[in-house]
């Protein structure tokens, strides 16, 4: 039977994040190598995921058509599966469509609305599945089945690292993000996310580099909160599963003015870690 696939999304988290948590799970897994995002936000590079491309290393010198049927021709190692390559995921250019055709059960779990069970992404998936709770890797790993009759695809899109970084609203500057600008706008704000009368923080002092630093060591706290689940998670697997973890796109703190990702164009929304293996023995048994 081909490998069961996990591909896990760790949304809008930074490769120097990831280098800076402690994450001893993650590091199980394999070496965790900077790439590069195709997109700058969420739902253009998940698109970008479950076409069956993952972030790329930006090799110089060569074609770039070449790049994308070289990365497509290694879903044959990972799943086992013997000659998989670019031709294989056509017409449709849908990595939980290609499983499905060699009986994979594809289920999908989300944490941003952007992907929401609506869009177009959840086509070809048998489950999709929008979280109630922006934060809950916790309860995907406890929603999370395997088979011995036939591989799974488990698709998971975690909100921990995004912004606003687990932090409580009371904690937190009134920015556009998560609290969105109809959440702006009714408190008295603009669609600019600056804050709203009466609440004593201007943009100077939310990009000051204090609060810059504190927003990203939250981040890097958000990976290690992350990696005591991803061990169950590992332990929940069977040995014969493939896990591949990823940013979709990293964040700006503070770097070159910006904040945030989206419409900016800087190298630190678009560095992101990259990790992947077979699932890692039982720590017990290492």
């Avoid at 698709?155 to 109809?182: C, Q, R």
Wanted: aromatic share 12%.
């Amino acid at each position: 039977m081909p490998r069961n696939l996990v591909l896990i999304t760790y949304d809008s988290c930074r490769y120097d994040s990831v280098m800076a948590a402690a994450a001893p799970n993650l590091r199980r897994l394999g070496e965790i190598e900077q790439r590069h995002a195709y997109a700058s936000w969420t739902a253009p590079s998940h698109y970008t995921f479950m076409m069956g491309l993952v972030p790329h290393l930006a090799p110089a010198k060569v074609y770039a058509s070449e790049v994308y049927k070289e990365d497509f021709a290694k879903w044959s190692d990972r799943l086992e599966i013997p000659d998989l390559a670019f031709e294989t995921f056509l017409p449709q250019l849908s990595l939980p469509g290609m499983l499905r055709q060699y009986g994979y059960r594809t289920v999908a779990r989300v944490s941003m609305p952007v992907l929401n069970p609506q869009t177009v992404i959840s086509n070809a998936f048998d489950d999709y599945k929008l979280m109630s709770n922006h934060n809950d890797f916790a309860g995907m790993i406890e929603e999370i089945s395997f088979s011995r009759d036939h591989p799974s695809f488990h698709f998971l899109n975690l909100g921990e690292t995004h912004y606003p970084y687990m932090l409580k609203d009371e904690a937190l500057p009134h920015i556009s993000g998560l609290h969105g600008v109809a959440k702006t706008l009714a408190q008295g704000g603009d669609a600019g996310g600056r804050v709203c009368p009466g609440k004593a923080m201007s943009l100077d002092e939310f990009f000051s580099d204090e609060v810059m630093r504190g927003l990203h060591q939250q981040q890097i706290r958000c990976v290690d909160y992350l990696d005591e689940l991803l061990g169950a998670l590992f332990d929940k697997a069977p040995s014969n599963t493939w896990f591949m973890i990823m940013g979709d796109h990293g964040e700006a703190f503070g770097e070159g003015g910006y904040f945030g990702h989206g419409p900016v164009m800087h190298d630190k929304v678009f560095e992101v870690p990259f990790v992947e293996g077979a699932r890692p023995r039982k720590a017990s048994l290492m």
